[in-house]
Every structure is written in structure tokens, then in C-alpha cells.
């Protein structure tokens, strides 16, 4: 089988597989047919994209088919398994894989299994999604009044005076501590006659006012007696007590200095708390003033600014995250003059519409020229002849490209050489004309490389090309008529067919 046999039928194989893909993706695959469609309505869908995960338990389920604005809620259409059956009472939310991972619309099954939402139904109950930037803006007006609170009580236990003020206080509370533990151990045993002489007392009158109210009557009748007695008795037990108070009076006289010098360190306590308390208040003053660093911090909205910049600027590191945009795309080129084939496989990486970078590589079958002197002697006469040969070279491209409404610039290196180009889009997203300026440095004093080609998309992922390569080439050899054929893919559609290919152990 000859070379030409074997590359065409590589070809056709792999344009099989490259329609059968791109079939598989696009709207003639039949993806959107499968299973059946459900809708829910959310407040916000932000970050959310189509063709998204729909999992219940953590189980893919569905895809998002479609995204759109209803009124002023975002209602999701939804594609659901058809093996898969969806309770009335389920509840939808948005989740995210990780912190900054892809979203998902996450359903909670309900409790009513016995009835399911029909095709075409609608899930009723919703969770809103999470706000991160709430959540950060929330986390840092938490984080500031901390940092308020233990600065100023820093600023206030933290000076020479309000420390001396609370080890003060505390050697205080130890003595007073100290008094007190002395004061009950001394009297520990009295304490315990008395608690038990109570619980036997309690024990006592229970059993009397249970067994014998007969007799409690009887002993009430004697104590209404014996208070008459009290009654008669009472000047000399006035007396007895007025012994008993001198006898106290002179307890209290053996032990006045211990009790002055208690009072007196009490008194000098709460003189230094209410110090404490008045430092406390200065600072605080200090503070409202903008008066020292704790004052500028907390009434200076410079550090609230630097703040809310910085949070800021993280926002705009996210949605710059969010916005890159990826696009794989692989093209083949019929050389008609040389019946030769080229390849294209290029990544274009698209932070925003106007701009992007394209990396592609290139296998060209007259990638490398060699040239040769050869010396032929016919007759006795020498003649010296310059032979050309090109070899097989795999090339590289890096491109960046800058978008000016339907017209693109692009320039950096074209083939493994430095060039530039220019794209122009006759049709939206669908006919793209353009042109090909590089190798400005060619061997044998030949003229630079151009090529004029263009594209038109049958369907959203596979396009047709054609065009003159090498147009002002004097050497028929190079100058050639071509076309082709293509396939691209975005995000979405490589996570498509990523998802579809069956993983075997």
C-alpha cells in the first residue's frame, strides 16, 4: 500500500471520530433529547453556567440546558435522566465544588417519593445561593471590631498604672480569699454540728407533723404558754442580753485593728479600681479625639479604605478567574499543487472578549528546506547545479491577538518564525476571512510567506477552510490552492466530551 493510501485512510479514520465527537456535543447528537426537561426559578444563577452538573445525593443526574431571565429571577432549564425520578417536595440549590470550584444545582430529594414531578414540571422550593462577597464584607466588619476591642483594652491594662491597678486588685482578692479560707477552717467543726443538728431538726418535725398532730396541737397550746412566760420574763432577759452585747462589745474591741486594716484595704481597692476605671475612660477619650496610633487607626478611614481595596482587589482576581475562556481547535489542510497534507492544533487561551493568546503546532511536510550544491561533468564540461529538499518539521506558533469590533491583529510567531495577521469576520460566527504575513527571512533569497485563507462554520464545532498559501512565491512548487476541514471545542464542550469517554480499570 503506498504512503498516500495509508495517510488518506488515517485521515478518514480520524475525521470519523472527529465528527462523531463533534455530532455527540452539538445539537445533531441528540444530547438534548435524552431524558426529560424540569425548571426552577432562583433569585440569582450568577456563575452558573449551561451544560453544568444537576446532582442529587452528590449523584450527577442532568445538565443545565439552558440559562434565562424571567421577570427578575434567573430560571434554569434543566435535563434530568429519564431513569431518574424527582419527588414534588425536593428542594433545589447552587453549591460550588471547593471554594472557587465549578457550580452545580444541587437537589435534595423530598419526602414524598410516592409522587414525582411530571416532564415539563417545575421544582417549587429553592435555597438561595451563597453571597461570597457578603460573606468576606461580613468576616472583615467582625474582624475590624475585634481588633477595636482588644487594641483598646491593650491600650488600657497595657500603661505602667493599669497594670500595678490589676495586680493591686488581685493581691486584694487573694488576701480577702486567704482571710475567709482561715475563717471557715477554724470553725469547720462547728459548722458540721450545726448542718447535722439541722437535718436531724428537719427529720424530727416531719416525723411530728405526720405521726403526732395531736401532740404538735398540744405542743402549740405550750408554746402560746410559755410565750405568756416569755412575756412576764422578758425585763430580765433583757438584762442577760445586755451582759451577753458587753461580752461581744469585748470581743470586738480585742480584734478592732484586724478589722480596720480589712476595711482600710478594701477601701484602698476600690480607690484603685475607680482609678483603673477613670484611665479607662481617658483613653477612651483619647481615642474618640483620633488622638495617638489607636486613634488615627480607629478614626482614620485610610486602613478602611486600604481594606476594602484590598478586598477588592481579590474580587477582581476572581472574576478574571471566572472569565478566562479556553478553546481547542484542530485543522486539516489539502495542499492541491503538492497533494500534500498540513495539520493545525492550536489553544487559544481568551481572558476577555478583545483579547486572546494562541499556542498551536503545526506539522507541515515542507517544513525544513535543505540545499545543495551537486557538480555533473558531461563531455569534459563541469556545470554546479543548487538542489532544494524539504523535509518533514513539526512548527510552532505563539500568537497574541487584540480585537478591534469585527476586526483581529495578531502578531509573534508564525511556523517557528516571526510574522503577523489579521482576521476579519464577514459573518458573525460563521464566515472569518484573513491573511497570513511571516518567514520574512527565507533561504534563496525567496519572498516572504503569505497565505490568504478562510473559514466557514457548518455547525457550532466543525468548520470548513480554504485559501492560496504562499501567494507571492515565484516557485510553483510552494504556490498552491488548499482546503480543508476542522473541528473546534470551548469549555463546555470539552467537559462534554471528557464526560462522555467510558473510563475502564
Known sequence: MSREAKVGIFVILGLVILMYFTFRVSKWGGVAARGYKLTVDFESAAGLEPKADVKMAGVPVGKVEEIRLVGDRARLDLRIDGKTRIPVDSVASIQTQGLLGEKYVEITPGKRSDQTLPPGGRVANTVPPLNLDEMIRKFSMMSDDIKRFTETLSGTLGTEEGKQALAEIIRNIREASAVLRNVSTANEDRLNRILANVDRLSTDLQDISSVNKEDLRATMANFRAFSQTLKEQTPGLASKLETMGDQVGGVVGENRENIKESIANLKQAFGKLDNTLSAAERVMAKIERGEGTLGKLVNDNTTVGSLNDALEGINRYVRKTESLKTFLDYRLEYLAESSEYKHYVNLRLQPSPDKYYLIGVVDDPRGKLTSQSVTTTTDGVTSRQQQDAYSNKLKISAQVAKRFYGLTLRGGVIESTGGVGADYEVIPEKL??????????????????????????IVKNLFITGGVDDIISKDKNLRSFFFGLGIKFADDDLKTVLGAVPLRP
Do not use: E, M
Open 432 to 457: 472569518t476571512v484573513g491573511i497570513d504575513a511571516f518567514d520574512f527571512a527565507r533561504k534563496g533569497n525567496r519572498q516572504p510567506h503569505l497565505k490568504a485563507f478562510g473559514n466557514y462554520d
